[in-house]
């Protein structure tokens, strides 16, 4: 009974309820056929109620939630825990100025970026102001501010327009518009119900706001199974409903198996950081110390790609036309968000699996394991050239977990091709 009980409880619930403690705390309850009303007599403070993901969020007393764990319409119980923000040349780098030559600058593309907020900068309200609407979780506010900075540097990178710089710190889809979510404090940090519940508001009103692509540049510990973990799920369920997810890989590196939740998340694309060396060329390029590894504990193979994190320029919470500096795999996260929008820009109907292979099927292989760098670094000169974009009008877009596997062949080697290769080539032998 013990052990069966503990099945359906994460180890930091599980935890607390083999210690002395007895008072609540806070957890994330997913239920089988979203049947959460039971959950009203047992709860002390109801948070958010969750259905993107079949849960609720409260806070709960430890005798409760071990009654509860026996429950069978009860799937998984889960600590809400925090999650926090994973702190000229990368233009350069990644090759930008192809797809601006042809006239793709994110226009008409809206992102969503679920972070500390956004201070109005010159860069994003000069020359049109590209902020469709603000929603803030944390204190409820109408007005956008940013009490951070990490959010505002992540929106520069994105789509700021240069208009402070004279075009020098420019971000990678300069029209795109903008969503902002405030999910995280003052510090940089919010619980995952704050997450998850502003991704569902993201997924209820993307028609308004005609949002294509989610930027999570935040990330906790992946304690168990993305299946599981209710952020992630989260962002599985927004891919579903159409929105193309980047989530930062994190900064827990170097060591194997450090990818944060969400970025264990199979759908998503998850990014790693790379220092570029301050050069525009690959050949130099190297996995930045912090960036962290895979493989997930699904035992799927993360990042998906990498693009430049290490001393990235881009937009100051304090001064409304300055400049900053930050590092991390948040720093690169919003460079891949930018390349997406370019992307949705250019193909109307792109949903999120085909917008995934063609930024992983783009990339340049730097010479580091695929658990290290993915399938390499971003070149947007591959991804809108015409002859190779048209590789992707014969191969089949169905299959996501499958492609999440090929990493460096770029997406186009199958693991029932190299089968039947393989059963062909012991048929010669034979003979």
């Not at 109620?49 to 009654?67: F, K, Q, R, T, Y």
């Not at 930008?96 to 500390?116: L, Q």
């Not at 900068?121 to 020359?127: A, E, M, Q, S, Y």
């Not at 989260?234 to 900064?251: F, I, M, R």
Request: glycine residues 8%; hydrophobic residues 35%.
């Amino acid at each position: 009974m013990r052990r069966g009980k503990r099945i359906k409880i994460d180890p930091l619930v599980s935890a607390k309820l083999n210690s002395i403690s007895k008072g609540e705390i806070p957890i994330i309850i997913r239920f089988k056929n979203n049947n959460t009303s039971k959950i009203s007599t047992m709860s002390s403070k109801l948070k958010y109620e969750l259905p993107i993901v079949g849960a609720i969020a409260c806070s709960m007393n430890l005798n409760d939630i071990s009654s509860l764990s026996n429950d069978p319409d009860v799937e998984f119980i889960s600590f809400d825990g925090k999650v926090f923000a994973q702190l000229d040349i990368v233009n350069e780098s990644i090759k930008t100025n192809f797809p601006k030559e042809k006239n793709f600058t994110g226009e008409g593309v809206t992102v969503a970026v679920v972070d500390t907020g956004f201070s109005p900068h010159v860069d994003l309200i000069r020359p049109t102001n590209r902020i469709l609407g603000f929603k803030d979780f944390v204190n409820n506010r109408n007005k956008p501010y940013d009490d951070n900075g990490h959010g505002t540097h992540i929106a520069g990178i994105i789509a700021g327009s240069g208009y402070s710089s004279n075009g020098k710190y420019t971000g990678i889809a300069p029209s795109a518009n903008l969503l902002i979510v405030k999910a995280l404090d003052s510090s940089g940090s919010g619980s995952t119900s704050d997450i998850v519940s502003a991704i569902q508001w993201v997924i209820e009103t993307k028609d308004k706001y005609n949002t294509k692509i989610l930027n999570l540049s935040l990330g906790t510990p992946a304690n168990s199974s993305y299946t599981s973990c209710p952020l992630a799920q989260a962002v599985e369920e927004a891919v579903k409903s159409g929105l193309t997810v980047v989530c930062a890989a994190g900064n827990s590196g170097p060591s194997k198996g450090t990818i944060l939740c969400p970025g264990n998340a199979p759908s998503g694309i998850t990014v790693g950081a790379i220092d570029d060396n301050k050069t525009p060329e690959i050949n130099d390029d190297f996995i930045a110390n912090f960036s962290s590894r895979g493989p997930t504990k699904d035992g799927y193979k993360k990042p998906d790609v990498v693009a430049p994190g290490v001393d990235i320029m881009s937009l100051s919470n304090k001064n409304s036309s300055g400049y900053i500096s930050l590092s991390g795999t948040s720093m690169a996260t919003p460079v891949v968000t930018g390349a997406c929008a370019l992307l949705h820009q250019k193909h109307a109907d792109l949903t999120p699996k085909k917008a995934k292979k063609m930024i992983v099927g783009c990339c340049s292989n730097i010479g580091f394991s695929q658990n290290e760098q993915g399938a390499g670094v971003i070149d947007l000169e591959k991804l809108f050239d015409k002859d190779y974009a048209s590789k992707y009008d014969t191969i089949s877009f169905n299959d996501p977990e499958k492609f999440d596997s090929q990493g460096v062949f770029g997406g186009f080697i199958d693991d029932n091709i190299i089968i039947i290769l393989l059963i062909i080539l012991l048929f010669l032998w034979d003979i």
